[in-house]
């Protein structure tokens, strides 16, 4: 009763792989960053506050892909 059976999500089944649903997070977080850093309704001394912890979310979710995505040698 251990095991567990890892059943294919909906997206899965719908032929969308779990690596592409983390490069269009990855792309968001980043996007994200990008508007932050370019919005001129920040005040400066707050931008920072305000990126860290989009930045702490890239950050991790950018090493948890390397980790369970890597990427695969190109053929040439």
């Not at 251990?2 to 977080?29: H, N």
């Not at 960053?33 to 702490?56: C, F, G, H, T, Y």
């Not at 950050?59 to 040439?76: A, F, Q, T, V, W």
Request: charged share 35%.
């Amino acid at each position: 009763m251990s095991e567990v059976i890892e059943f294919p999500t909906p997206r899965e089944r719908a032929g969308v792989s779990m690596r592409e649903d983390m490069d269009y997070l990855l792309d968001a977080l980043m996007g994200s960053l990008v508007a932050i850093k370019n919005s001129e309704n920040i005040a400066d001394e707050d931008r920072e506050a305000d990126m860290q912890p989009i930045m702490d979310l890239f950050l991790k979710y950018i090493e948890l892909s390397g980790e369970r995505y890597p990427i695969e040698d190109l053929e040439e």
